[in-house]
């Protein structure tokens, strides 16, 4: 079975920092990028970030840009974001999603995560 | 604001159908394909629709999705109760650098 289990997500003061962390199983992990999507309160998905399968193609989504950084740790297999200068606005529930396919660009999020929240405040 | 555009409600009775549209650009649906994510209320999103039409396995066949130009859609025939709820259409979008692109999802309510 498939299973992706996001942790690290809380409360955090604007301006701090938060890394998160996705442990997966029951799939080849070094054989499909990985993504993170977040959904505020109330909203629709926002996809945040994703990296390949070997880590040689990273995106991020405008929002995010120099704030943020994906990585993954193949042998450990698992995605993980650091998340810089946090603002309001990322506040949410950030899922980790795998994609169907080894690069970033392509392929559908064919599975994901339960979510873990971000609470950004003072 | 979203960068692909979505009804943001439809509805139907049970065994009716629903179409929810998905608009986008050159950039993005006009150039890669369409997926779809169904997302009940407080869970996580679950893959609909990859490839503009394909079906993962375990999804029924009451689910179809077509892409013409720079517009998708989403079918759901012979409506069910358990089909209530938010559906979300997305495509990469080639602009810039490159990034994956929402729609600000539909809320599909079972009368």
């Known amino acids: 079975e498939v299973q992706l289990v996001e942790s690290g997500g809380g409360l955090v003061q604007p301006g701090r920092s938060l890394r998160l962390s996705c442990i997966t199983s029951g799939f080849t992990f070094d054989d499909y990028a990985m993504h993170w999507v977040r959904q505020a309160p109330g909203k629709g998905l926002e996809w945040v970030s994703g990296i390949s399968w070997n880590n040689a193609g990273i995106r991020y989504a405008d929002s995010v840009k120099g704030r943020f950084t994906i990585s993954r740790d193949n042998a450990k297999k698992s995605l993980y974001l650091e998340m810089n200068s946090l603002r309001l606005e990322d506040m949410a529930v950030y899922y980790c999603a795998k994609g169907r396919g080894v690069v970033v660009r392509r392929d559908a999020f064919d599975m994901w995560g339960q979510g873990t929240m971000v609470t950004v405040s003072s | ?111």
Do not use: H, M
């Open chain 2, 1 to 111: 604001q979203s960068v692909l555009t979505q009804p943001p409600s439809a509805s139907g009775t049970p065994g009716q159908t629903v179409t929810i549209s998905c608009s986008g650009t050159n950039s993005n649906i006009g150039s890669n394909t369409v997926k779809w994510y169904q997302q009940v209320p407080g869970t996580a999103p679950k893959l609909l629709i990859y490839r503009s039409n394909q079906r993962p396995s375990g999804v029924p066949d009451r689910f179809s999705g077509s892409k013409s130009g720079t517009s998708a859609s989403l079918a759901i025939s012979g409506l069910q109760s358990e089909d209530e709820a938010d559906y979300y259409c997305a495509a990469w979008d080639d602009s810039l650098n490159g990034s994956w692109v929402f729609g600000g999802g539909t809320k599909v309510t079972v009368l």
